[in-house]
């Protein structure tokens, strides 16, 4: 179906996917960002008292880390029903799960209150996040791609990778705003609650305008198929039975964008405080500047997968992150602001360039009937490798001989990794996906 044929309810029908993807997505990323900051903020001497300053860090990172363990489960468990009954009902499911999680970390009493229960609640808290947000990406992603025109998956597809970026904005703006109004005493002691209980707000917008999108018309032609198209009755099983290499090349492609990723959200804010010595404020700010680029570049780079292909796109800035992970901490250790800002602009950019192809990339492996589980298991194998671990190794890895070198040394080699993974993957011979009798097309083989 072309764009010119495209009625205007169906036009209207898409931009509301879009728009829902996207501030759906933010949100959701919102919350599971604040938890991040708060960790490299706050949630050492809150939740963890009776470590030293250094300890509680690297226990806060280590309670961050769970969320990315619940990843594959919410993952597995709503790409399930999303193959089965639907993407819609497990994008608001999802949503509804991360702000009930969130709102409740902001309400936790902490250890000084009740003591071990405090950091205890805090990791039930966090696994629920990971559950919710394991099941978002790829509802959110194929929503959008699967309501695309002919020759605009990758465009479509970027509107929810925009929304990770745009959720780090959201975030970084209340905690800067919060943490400037309040002071750093108040912020500390009760001002940290602020943004995980404005949340509630947030999710309720986010579930009122994903309420009103339409079902994906690829699935309702699934649902509709009388032939084997329709839905698998156990869709993680059909996956791993018959694409699993497919699964384990997706993660390991994502291992870099999310561990580097996670490496620029959430580590250097403690790092640049902690070990630079820049103010938290500073650090905030320089984060902004840099998801606003990552923002954009993932627009753009989404665009001209469409034109000249996933692979070539995917492949420049597969290439570009080795070496920005190679010089990104050498930079940062200047301590002086206009290079910092220059480290995170790079970095921005290639992350861009390896997250905004990634939505039609991982779409174009799956058939329509496996496309939930299979993207999503994919995806959050990658973040548990990848981001599930990353600010943990990165505190311990400094915690050596208190020098950055060994943290460019493992950004080096997992992206690298990620590079070697892409190139397999972006060459596997794969047969094309049968297209359903109504309904638009099913999504071609992976662009070359």
């Known amino acids: 179906m072309t764009r010119t044929n495209v009625s205007p309810p169906a036009r209207t029908s898409a931009r509301r996917v879009l728009v829902g993807s996207f501030v759906g997505t933010a949100v959701e990323w919102y919350d599971y960002f604040i938890y991040g900051m708060a960790a490299a903020l706050v949630f050492g001497p809150q939740f963890f008292p009776?470590?030293?300053?250094?300890?509680?860090?690297?226990?806060?990172f280590a309670t961050y880390s769970v969320g990315f363990a619940a990843r594959p489960l919410g993952g597995i468990v709503m790409g399930h029903f999303g193959d089965r009954i639907g993407r819609k009902s497990m994008l608001v499911l999802s949503l509804a799960v991360m702000g009930?999680?969130?709102?409740?970390?902001?309400?936790?009493?902490t250890y000084s209150a009740i003591g071990v229960w405090a950091p205890v609640l805090l990791v039930v808290l966090r696994f629920v996040q990971g559950l919710g947000v394991g099941g978002e990406w790829g509802g959110a992603v194929l929503m959008a791609v699967e309501h695309a025109p002919d020759g605009r998956r990758g465009f479509y597809g970027s509107f929810p990778q925009m929304g990770v970026p745009g959720g780090l904005i959201l975030a970084n703006i209340v905690f800067l705003t919060t943490s400037q109004g309040l002071g750093t005493a108040a912020f500390t002691d009760w001002g940290w609650r602020i943004p995980f209980l404005a949340s509630a707000l947030l999710i309720l917008v986010g579930l009122v305008i994903r309420a009103r999108i339409e079902e994906s018309p690829e699935f309702a032609a699934v649902k509709r198929d009388a032939s084997d198209e329709r839905p698998a009755r156990l869709p993680i099983a059909e996956v791993l039975r018959h694409q699993w290499r497919d699964v384990l090349l997706a993660g390991g492609t994502f291992v870099a964008n999310n561990a580097i990723g996670y490496i620029f959200m959430a580590y250097t804010l403690a790092y640049g405080t902690k070990v630079l010595g820049l103010s938290r404020n500073t650090m905030l700010a320089v984060i902004l500047v840099?998801?606003?680029a990552w923002l954009v570049t993932i627009?753009?780079?989404?665009v001209l997968s469409d034109r000249l292909g996933r692979r070539p796109v995917f492949l420049a800035g597969s290439l570009g992150l080795v070496a920005a992970?190679?010089?990104?901490?050498?930079?940062?250790?200047?301590?002086?602001?206009p290079v910092v800002v220059l480290a995170f602009l790079v970095m921005a950019v290639m992350l861009g360039f390896t997250y905004g192809p990634q939505a039609a990339l991982f779409s174009e492996l799956f058939p329509a009937k496996l496309r939930y589980s299979g993207s999503s298991l994919g995806y959050q194998l990658g973040a548990v490798l990848g981001g599930g671990i990353a600010p943990t190794v990165a505190t311990a890895l400094y915690g050596i001989n208190g020098q950055s070198w060994p943290i460019t040394l493992y950004l080096v080699l997992i992206a690298s990794f990620s590079l070697?993974?892409?190139?397999v993957l972006t060459r596997r011979p794969r047969e094309k996906t049968p297209a359903p009798e109504s309904g638009p097309e099913a999504l071609p083989t992976l662009q070359a």
């Open 50 to 60: 009776q470590f030293s300053p250094a300890a509680g860090t690297l226990a806060s």
């Open 100 to 109: 009930l999680a969130t709102t409740g970390i902001g309400l936790l009493p």
């Open 290 to 292: 840099g998801a606003a």
């Open 299 to 302: 627009a753009g780079a989404a």
């Open 325 to 337: 992970a190679a010089v990104f901490f050498p930079l940062l250790d200047s301590a002086s602001v």
């Open 420 to 423: 070697v993974c892409l190139f």
